[in-house]
T-cell receptor
Framework: GENVEQHPSTLSVQEGDSAVIKCTYS??????FPWYKQELGKGPQLIID?????GEKKDQRIAVTLNKTAKHFSLHITETQPEDSAVYFC???????????FGKGTMLLVSP | EAQVTQNPRYLITVTGKKLTVTCSQN?????MSWYRQDPGLGLRQIYY???????DKGDVPEGYKVSRKEKRNFPLILESPSPNQTSLYFC???????????FGSGTRLTVV
């Protein structure tokens, strides 16, 4: 099955800096890569996703890049704000699979 | 409002006392899934359902049961809870597995 590794496990940045979270996957057939944000006491919420026919996708301060050759994808947050502080999860699933495999999460702390 | 509703939010029970955690979605999603979240282990899938009357095991199904008699409901049943099932549980739904999940707010279960 698919295996997703996520790094770093914790990331501390100053407000206004950029943050990058990286994930690698094992199954070259994976074609869907979502990112979720989990705030304290809440369920994960989808913030952005990318499919394997696209190399990069942006939504305001958030962007995701995908390198299919190297089998890794990354979340980029620019101009970080304290409200970006949360746990972020990456995930991947191959076409035809019935489950989504999650990374173990990255706790992002943005200091004012 | 499109949402996944889990009940209860918090539950403390004793070893061996059967319990059910309910999950309902109002988005007409075909795919539903249960996850448990534990520190350092991320989100691990317990069971999933591709449609009514179609369920299958995830990564950690031991000690759990599910049913999918209606499209909107996907209850999680612990027939004889044990302390190692103390965890934070999330229900999620989606149009398909290769699409963004909507998560519920979570159920914090403690088994003593």
């Amino acid at each position: 099955g698919e295996n997703v590794e996520q790094h770093p496990s914790t990331l501390s940045v100053q407000e206004g800096d950029s943050a990058v979270i990286k994930c690698t996957y094992s199954d070259s057939a994976s074609n869907y890569f979502p990112w979720y944000k989990q705030e304290l006491g809440k369920g994960p919420q989808l913030i952005i996703d990318i499919r394997s026919n696209v190399g990069e996708k942006k939504d305001q301060r958030i962007a995701v890049t995908l390198n299919k050759t190297a089998k890794h994808f990354s979340l980029h947050i620019t101009e970080t704000q304290p409200e970006d502080s949360a746990v972020y999860f990456c995930a991947a699933t191959p076409q035809g699979y019935s489950t989504l495999t999650f990374g173990k999460g990255t706790m992002l702390l943005v200091s004012p | 409002e499109a949402q996944v509703t889990q009940n209860p939010r918090y539950l403390i029970t004793v070893t061996g006392k059967k319990l059910t955690v309910t999950c309902s979605q109002n988005m007409n999603h075909e795919y539903m899934s249960w996850y448990r979240q534990d520190p350092g282990l991320g989100l691990r899938q317990i069971y999933y359902s591709m449609n009514v009357e179609v369920t299958d095991k995830g990564d950690v199904p031991e000690g759990y049961k599910v049913s999918r008699k209606e499209k909107r409901n996907f209850p999680l049943i612990l027939e004889s809870p044990s302390p190692n099932q103390t965890s934070l549980y999330f229900c999620a739904s989606s149009r398909t597995v290769n699409y963004g999940y909507t998560f519920g707010s979570g159920t914090r279960l403690t088994v003593v």
